[in-house]
């Protein structure tokens, strides 16, 4: 197999035509042990008989609950573990056939491990990502210095580019380990939890990134996530890992619907609505509470009283012996069980009076 580079062929869009994507054929992943009495080793299988695929132009997001595999199927991918059954197609290559430096040029890898960048620059650090096309000297041409440059701007991080990479915070660090990745021109993409760590904004932020070059670009990107309810929206397609090892594969909508998220993240106190797509608690109603609220206040009432193990009912139901009323100004009226009126102020005087109830 030979390393020689190739002009990039757009589509009629004029974006990168990135064939084959990612794809797994009779894959099981797991680990190898060695029996000491025995001097023979042994297979363990977490996850088997997987035939994913992850296509060019689509973020796919790897869910489950911890301990489901998914990092070992990650790694699996990425050729960090060999696969104990199986094959796996990178870029339209075969992965057990492909050599490192050209698989290097096919695919890109950001880890969930610390990197020290010791004394290099945001610039480069970045710049680490065009080894795979330097050749034996290591030292950057024109068009590699162009291909950094692309890629920290990609990700935002073009005004970091002078900084010392060891004092980003969290979330600039993943901006430029993303933009590394770029910097390869990879045909694929994997990342293990990109955003952990981060904040909610920040956490946003990276993955509409990460589907918007996906599709821009024509890249295959896959990424392991516990940000569920936020993998839902933005992502093209999930592979979910439930907890009797059997992996999912379609469009977010298509595993809400078939019920397999519920299926696997559901707990004692914790009930996914399919309807939102966002997680509640699971909990009894000890009694009915009849709201007059406007569209706006009414859903944070709902949320306030479900705390308290109060449902909310319509205003004409002879089960609810409680009344709230919006009086405006963050105002409410509250009418108890017996009758007694009270006045309170926000919800937090909400919460604590109707705890009494």
Known sequence: MTDTMTEPVTDATGRPDRPGGLVTRGLAVGYRTRSARRGRGAERAVLAGLGLEARAGELTVLLGPNGAGKSTLLRTLCGLLPPLDGRIRIGGADLA?????????????VLTDRVDPGLLSVRELAGLGRHPHTGFTGRLTAADHAAVEWSLKAVGAEHLA????????????????????????????LLDEPTAFLDVPSRVALTVLLRDLARDKGLTVVVSTHDLELALRVADAVWLVDRASHVHAGAPEDLIRSGAVAAAFDADHLAFDPASGTFGLRRTARAAVAVDAPADVLPLLE???????????????????????????????????????????????LTRTVRTW
């Open 97 to 109: 056939q492909t050599s490192p430096s050209a698989l290097a040029r096919r695919l890109a890898v």
């Open 162 to 189: 002078d900084r010392p990479a060891a004092e980003l915070s969290d979330g600039e660090r993943q901006r430029v380990l993303t933009a590394r990745a770029l910097a390869q021109e990879p045909d694929v993409v």
């Open 303 to 349: 949320r306030a009283l479900a705390r308290e193990g109060l449902a909310v009912a319509d205003q004409d139901d002879p089960a609810a012996d409680r009344r709230v009323s919006w009086d405006g100004a963050d105002r409410l009226t509250l009418t108890g069980p017996g009758g007694q009126v009270v006045h309170v102020h926000g919800f937090h005087e």
